[in-house]
C-alpha cells in the first residue's frame, strides 16, 4: 500500500507533528507500507503571520490536486488544516475519494491567543473541515471528550510513541547547575505558556531547551533561567535524564510528544491537569498534575524515577503505526486487528473491534 500524507507542517520545522510523520513512516516500512510526502518544500512559501517559522505554501488547487494524482496513493492522509490540507481536502472531495485526517494542534486557542478570534468560529470550521472526510486521528481520550462536545465525529485513537532506547535514565549526568533542576523542552512560543513556569518560584535552577519567537522577550524578562535553544538529539536525551522534574506548562497541546520524552528518561512530569498530561501522568504515576503548577513541580519531586520510567513503556511506535493503519485501513473497506491503548466510547485497553472503536454519536 502507498499513502500520501498531505502536511503544512515539515522540515525545517521542529515540532511534534514532524517528529510522529517522521517515526511513523520510518515504522510503516515494517508492515510493507510505503509512504510519501507533499509539503511545502517544494512550493513558494510565505511566512505565518506572528510565528515566521511556519511557512505556508503558495499554490493553486488545480496544482495540488494534479500532484495529488501523480503521486498515484492508494490512500490520502491530510495531516493539516493549512493551505495543503485544504485543497488536498477539496480535490478528494471533488473526486469522490476517501481520506482520513489528524487532530493535532489546537488552532482555535492558538489563534485566540494571537488575534481577536472567537475560538467557536475557529471550531466551527475545523469541525466541518474533519467531519467530511472516513476518520479523524487523536492523541488521547481527553481530546476525543473534547472534540466530540463539540460536535466532531468519526473520531479515531492514535496515540504516540517514544524511542526508550534512546531517551533512557542512564545518560544523566552533571549539569553543573544548581538543583534542583526543572527542565522545559518545546517551541519557545506564546502557546506553549513557559511565563507560567518561569514565574515559579522554585528552588535550584529552571531550564529551557527550544527555539521559537518567544526566545529573545524571554531570555530578557528572565535572566536567571537558563536557555540553551536548540540541542541534538544525544545531547538532549543527556539533558532529559539529568533534570529532576520536567515541567510541562502547556495548556493548548494535544498530546506532549516531549512528555513521553522524559518519561522515558526516568524525570518525572509536572503540568496542568489538561488534555495530554491528564492523559499519560494523571493517575499520579511517572508525575504530577495541579492547578497549581507551582504544586505539581514540587509534588513530581517526590515521583519514583523508575515508575517514570515503566510509564513511557507503555508508548511504542509500533502501536502508533498499527493504529494509524486500522483508520486507513476501515476508510478503504479493509479490517485490521485492534490493539488500540484507548478506545474511543470510554472504553480502554484491550482488544476491541472496528464496531465498538467507531465514531462518536
Known amino acids: 500500500m502507498r499513502i500520501l500524507m498531505v502536511t503544512d507542517a515539515w522540515r525545517p520545522q521542529v515540532n511534534g507533528v514532524v517528529h510522529t510523520l517522521e517515526r511513523l513512516s520510518e515504522t510503516l516500512k515494517s508492515f510493507d507500507i510505503e509512504t510519501d510526502f507533499l509539503t511545502p518544500n517544494i512550493f513558494r512559501t510565505l511566512p505565518l503571520p506572528t510565528y515566521p517559522d511556519i511557512r505556508l505554501a503558495l499554490t493553486r488547487p488545480r496544482h495540488v490536486a494534479r500532484l495529488i494524482e501523480a503521486r498515484n496513493a492508494d490512500h490520502i492522509h491530510i495531516v493539516t488544516e493549512g493551505p495543503l490540507g485544504i485543497m488536498a481536502r477539496r480535490c478528494c472531495r471533488k473526486a469522490g475519494r476517501p481520506f482520513t485526517t489528524s487532530y493535532h494542534t489546537r488552532f482555535p486557542e492558538y489563534l485566540s491567543a494571537r488575534l481577536p478570534i472567537p475560538e467557536a468560529w475557529a471550531y466551527r470550521w475545523l469541525r466541518d473541515f474533519h467531519n467530511s ?16 462536545a463539540r460536535g466532531f465525529t468519526k473520531l479515531r485513537p492514535w496515540t504516540r510513541g517514544v524511542d526508550t532506547d534512546h531517551f533512557r535514565p542512564d545518560k544523566r549526568k ?9 527542565l522545559c523542552v518545546g517551541r519557545v512560543a506564546i502557546e506553549k505558556n513557559l511565563a507560567a513556569f ?19 522577550r524571554l531570555k530578557a524578562r528572565y535572566p536567571d533561567a537558563y536557555f540553551l535553544g536548540h540541542r541534538p538529539n544525544d545531547e538532549l536525551a543527556e539533558i532529559y535524564a539529568s533534570a529532576d522534574v520536567f515541567v510541562f506548562p502547556s495548556r ?3 498530546f506532549g510528544n516531549v512528555i513521553i520524552e522524559a518519561l522515558a528518561s526516568g524525570t518525572p512530569v509536572a503540568a496542568y491537569p489538561v488534555t495530554g498530561p491528564i492523559d499519560i501522568v494523571g493517575d499520579g504515576v ?66 476491541a473491534d472496528a464496531q465498538t472503536r467507531g465514531s462518536i454519536p
Open 252 to 254: 493548548t497541546d494535544t
Open 174 to 182: 552533571d549539569l553543573g547547575l544548581k538543583g534542583p533542576i526543572f
Open 133 to 148: 472526510g472516513q476518520g479523524t486521528l487523536v492523541a488521547t481520550q481527553s481530546l476525543a471528550d473534547d472534540l466530540a
Open 198 to 216: 518561569l514565574d515559579l518560584d522554585l528552588p535550584g535552577s529552571k531550564v529551557i531547551v527550544g527555539e521559537g519567537p518567544e526566545l529573545a
Open 286 to 351: 511517572g508525575g504530577a498534575v495541579s492547578n497549581d503548577l507551582r504544586e505539581a513541580a514540587l509534588a513530581a519531586l517526590h515521583v519514583d524515577r523508575a515508575e517514570a520510567r515503566q510509564r513511557a513503556m507503555r508508548y511504542s511506535w509500533k502501536a502508533c503505526a498499527e493504529m494509524f493503519l486500522e483508520t486507513v485501513e476501515e476508510a478503504l473497506g479493509t479490517t485490521r486487528k485492534l490493539t488500540s491503548t484507548f478506545v474511543i466510547h470510554g472504553r480502554s485497553g484491550g482488544e
